[in-house]
T-cell receptor, first 111, second 115 residues
Framework: GEDVEQSLFLSVREGDSSVINCTYT??????LYWYKQEPGAGLQLLTY?????DMKQDQRLTVLLNKKDKHLSLRIADTQTGDSAIYFC???????????FGGGTRLMVKP | DAGVTQSPTHLIKTRGQHVTLRCSPI?????VSWYQQVLGQGPQFIFQ???????GRGNFPDRFSARQFPNYSSELNVNALLLGDSALYLC??????????????FGPGTRLTVT
């Protein structure tokens, strides 16, 4: 199975908060990331967190990390229609220096 | 500053053919990584190159190869194309390799269709 898992789909109303969840398995992960992908486009780096941190806030984005449960979440405050996209969680695996991605969560924002 | 650039944007090839995809990293970035993203899935790591040497390889067959040039641009080559090679091929660049290339920036990708 995948090393990084995400739910497939999330639907919210414009102005509400969105919370996208992710679980990972590699205990040696050093950095954990959130990327955004719009249709037909590449990946946009949104934010990342070092594994010795519990929380990171960047404008409307809040990342929470629970190392014990290997659970990562991305909260988007005041979600806008432009936030509609697929969001990928990824962990950096030092051996091989590669990113391992989840399958992505499709966020749909309704007006 | 320009971001990561990739060429071509789209490509259609026939089974058995060969393809070369190109990537130019962000200025000042010396590390380039390649990922394959099949429709509906997350990207899968193929290679990482740093200072013209292969530093990491994912679980892909030997039909896949890559190289990095003195100007840090990179090529991904795929031989004997299969239908299953149809995907979006993404290039990512980062400033450093050691101690975690923690900021990896992706290009727009090359959409390869194999018929």
């Amino acid at each position: 199975g995948e090393d990084v898992e995400q739910s497939l789909f999330l639907s919210v109303r414009e102005g509400d908060s969105s919370v996208i969840n992710c679980t990972y398995t590699d205990s040696s992960s050093t950095y954990l990331y959130w990327y955004k992908q719009e249709p037909g486009a590449g990946l946009q780096l949104l934010t990342y967190i070092f594994s010795n941190m519990d929380m990171k806030q960047d404008q409307r984005l809040t990342v929470l990390l629970n190392k014990k449960d290997k659970h990562l979440s991305l909260r988007i405050a005041d979600t806008q229609t432009g936030d509609s996209a697929i969001y990928f969680c990824a962990e950096l695996v030092l051996a091989g220096n590669m990113l391992t991605f989840g399958g992505g969560t499709r966020l749909m924002v309704k007006p | 500053d320009a971001g990561v650039t990739q060429s071509p944007t789209h490509l259609i090839k026939t089974r058995g053919q060969h393809v070369t995809l190109r990537c130019s990293p962000i200025s000042g970035h010396k590390s380039v990584s390649w990922y394959q993203q099949v429709l509906g899935q997350g990207p899968q790591f193929i290679f990482q190159y740093y200072e013209k040497e292969e530093r990491g390889r994912g679980n892909f067959p030997d039909r896949f190869s890559a190289r990095q040039f003195p100007n840090y641009s990179s090529e991904l080559n795929v031989n004997a194309l299969l239908l299953g090679d149809s995907a979006l091929y993404l290039c990512a660049s980062s400033r450093i390799r050691d101690r975690a290339a923690y900021e990896q920036y992706f290009g727009p990708g090359t959409r390869l269709t194999v018929t």
